[in-house]
Each structure stands twice: as structure tokens, then as C-alpha cells.
């Protein structure tokens, strides 16, 4: 954020997303509570609105049972027969 000297287009041309205020938020309350985020969106989020099936992906590696996780693939598959 630093570094951006100006806007990347004029403010309702388009949009573009961005995780520049997610990471401020996660960075903000991970100092203000000296809480890993996730355990902190769990105990004080997830936890009392009963959302038993969600969490923060914060291991890309992890194998999580009935999840649907994104890929890419270059190659372009036809369904045509």
C-alpha cells in the first residue's frame, strides 16, 4: 500500500478485487488481542453464531473432509462429444 502512488483507475470505472483491507483487519486484531486470528475468529465468531463447519484456511496443505477447494488448469476441456 506503501508503495501505490496512485489510483489504478478512476473510482467507479471499474472495480478490482483486493485482500489489502482483509490483511489490515487481520493484522489489527491480531495486535490488538496478541491472538492468532483463527483462533480468535473461532472462539469469538465462529463459535457463538454456531458456524461448526467454518474456519480460516491458514494451512493450504491441510485435507478438510466435504470441502470444495478452487484449482486451475490451463488446458481447456470440451464437453462436446
Same mark, same amino acid.
Given at each position: 500500500?506503501?508503495?501505490?502512488k496512485? +489510483? *489504478?483507475? !478512476? &473510482?467507479?470505472?471499474?472495480?478490482l478485487?483486493? $485482500?489489502?483491507? /482483509?490483511m +489490515?483487519?487481520?493484522n489489527?486484531?491480531?495486535?490488538?488481542?496478541?491472538?492468532?486470528?483463527?483462533?480468535?475468529?473461532k472462539? $469469538?465468531?465462529?463459535?457463538? +453464531?454456531?458456524?461448526? *463447519?467454518?474456519? !480460516?484456511?491458514?494451512?493450504?496443505?491441510? !485435507?478438510? &473432509? $466435504? *470441502?470444495?477447494?478452487? /484449482? /486451475?488448469?490451463?488446458k481447456?476441456?470440451s +464437453?462436446?462429444?
Amino acid at each position: 500500500m506503501r508503495k501505490q502512488k496512485k +489510483l *489504478n483507475f !478512476i &473510482p467507479g470505472d471499474e472495480f478490482l478485487y483486493c $485482500n489489502t483491507v /482483509y490483511m +489490515l483487519m487481520v493484522n489489527s486484531i491480531g495486535n490488538v488481542t496478541k491472538e492468532k486470528f483463527t483462533d480468535w475468529m473461532k472462539a $469469538n465468531v465462529f463459535e457463538p +453464531l454456531r458456524m461448526t *463447519n467454518t474456519y !480460516i484456511e491458514d494451512r493450504y496443505d491441510r !485435507i478438510v &473432509p $466435504n *470441502n470444495a477447494t478452487s /484449482y /486451475y488448469n490451463e488446458k481447456i476441456i470440451s +464437453l462436446e462429444r
